[in-house]
């Protein structure tokens, strides 16, 4: 059981997918038509695969800031595809030394959308996360001085307190882009990872490392977490 800000509420090793379906429209991160649900059915069933319950698909109009941040708190696995980025912050609400407190678009219509801050997501965070893939713009930035996210869900940085750790102990993998990626190259690379993540002995890690094999040029993909744990609940 976890306690949130709405509640006590059962997790059930529980995982959840939300997918920006509005936003994708031509002239704006490419591709569109399909591939949001193309991406999110993968994730789905890949989580499923791997012994997850996970919750019906978030889209469309459901996709909100409030709804994202009421319910993702309960879940052990999160998958998001939508716009993210390292946008500026609010009144720089979380680093004060460059303003930065990055995100991803709730949907709600061509690149426009409320922004879900790691601010927002680290204050009603409640972990541990498992397996947390932003199908996004740059949220896979191995920096914590530009990119939040990683830490808001619960992944710590390294020595260096500024990059994010490759090392961990922990029963957690983070997977993201680097650069902006569309969304025809997403569902190569992601279809690819699936594809071998649920096959047997394989972990995030190794699926990361073939799927970045055949299409990683085009998302230029990251990872942090943990090298040898096997995505399993």
């Given at each position: 059981?976890?306690?949130?800000t709405?509640?006590t509420?059962?997790?059930?090793?529980?995982?959840?997918?939300?997918?920006?379906?509005?936003?994708f429209?031509?002239?704006?991160?490419?591709?569109g038509?399909?591939?949001?649900?193309?991406?999110?059915?993968a994730?789905?069933?890949?989580m499923?695969?791997?012994?997850?319950v996970?919750?019906?698909?978030?889209?469309?109009?459901?996709?909100?800031s409030?709804?994202?941040?009421?319910?993702?708190p309960a879940?052990?696995?999160?998958?998001?595809?939508?716009?993210?980025?390292?946008?500026?912050?609010?009144?720089?609400?979380?680093?004060?030394?460059?303003g930065?407190?990055?995100?991803?678009?709730?949907d709600a219509?061509?690149?426009?959308g409320?922004?879900?801050?790691?601010?927002?997501i680290?204050r009603?965070?409640?972990?541990?996360?498992y397996?947390?893939?932003?199908?996004?713009?740059?949220?896979?930035t191995?920096?914590?001085?530009?990119?939040?996210?990683?830490?808001?869900f619960g992944?710590p940085?390294d020595?260096?307190?500024r990059?994010y750790?490759k090392?961990?102990t922990?029963?957690?993998?983070?997977?993201?882009y680097?650069?902006?990626?569309?969304?025809?190259?997403?569902?190569?690379?992601?279809?690819?990872f699936?594809?071998y993540?649920v096959?047997?002995?394989?972990?995030?890690?190794?699926?990361?490392?073939?799927?970045?094999?055949?299409?990683?040029?085009?998302?230029?993909?990251?990872w942090?977490?943990s090298?040898?744990?096997?995505?399993?609940p």
């Amino acid at each position: 059981m976890f306690t949130t800000t709405t509640g006590t509420v059962d997790a059930a090793l529980s995982a959840g997918v939300w997918t920006n379906t509005t936003g994708f429209t031509s002239g704006c991160g490419g591709g569109g038509g399909d591939y949001p649900m193309t991406l999110a059915n993968a994730a789905k069933n890949g989580m499923s695969a791997l012994g997850y319950v996970v919750t019906p698909i978030v889209t469309g109009s459901s996709f909100t800031s409030s709804q994202f941040l009421s319910t993702y708190p309960a879940k052990y696995s999160v998958y998001v595809h939508s716009h993210g980025d390292l946008y500026w912050g609010s009144g720089w609400t979380w680093n004060p030394t460059n303003g930065v407190d990055s995100g991803f678009r709730e949907d709600a219509g061509s690149c426009s959308g409320n922004v879900i801050r790691a601010s927002s997501i680290k204050r009603a965070a409640v972990p541990p996360y498992y397996l947390v893939i932003m199908s996004t713009c740059m949220l896979g930035t191995d920096d914590i001085y530009y990119n939040q996210i990683p830490a808001a869900f619960g992944f710590p940085t390294d020595s260096s307190g500024r990059t994010y750790s490759k090392a961990s102990t922990q029963k957690q993998f983070f997977l993201g882009y680097t650069i902006h990626a569309s969304d025809v190259d997403a569902a190569n690379f992601e279809n690819t990872f699936w594809q071998y993540m649920v096959e047997p002995g394989y972990s995030p890690f190794w699926a990361f490392v073939q799927a970045k094999v055949w299409y990683g040029a085009a998302v230029s993909p990251n990872w942090f977490g943990s090298q040898s744990w096997n995505g399993r609940p």
